[in-house]
C-alpha cells in the first residue's frame, strides 16, 4: 500500500515549526470550537499575557523558535550523562541460570 505524498502544508517541518502547529491548533480548538458530537464548546481564552504562564510560553515560543532545539538539546545531553553515569556506577548483569 503506498503511501500518499505530503503536500507542502502536511509536510513535516523541524521540531519548533511542528510545536508551533501543535501550540497553533491547540489554540484554535480552545478558543471556541465544539467537540466532534457537539456537546461542548469551549469560550475563547483571553490573556494578555500579563500573568498567564501558559500563554507567556507559547508566544515567547512563538516568537523564538530555536529555544525548542536548545531545549532538546540539552536535555540530549542531560540523558547521555545520566547513562554515562550509570554505565560506570551499575554492573552489568551477569548470566546466572
Known sequence: ????????EESVGSLAQETARLLNALAAEARG???EDGT?????????TGWCPICQLVGYIHEHPEVVEQVTDAA????RSVRDVLERTV????DEA
Open 40 to 48: 461542548a464548546h469551549i469560550e475563547g481564552h483571553v490573556c494578555t
Open 91 to 94: 554492573p552489568p548483569p551477569t
Open 33 to 35: 470550537s465544539s467537540t
Open 76 to 79: 540530549v545531553q542531560f540523558s
Open 1 to 8: 500500500m503506498a503511501e500518499p505524498e505530503a503536500t507542502e
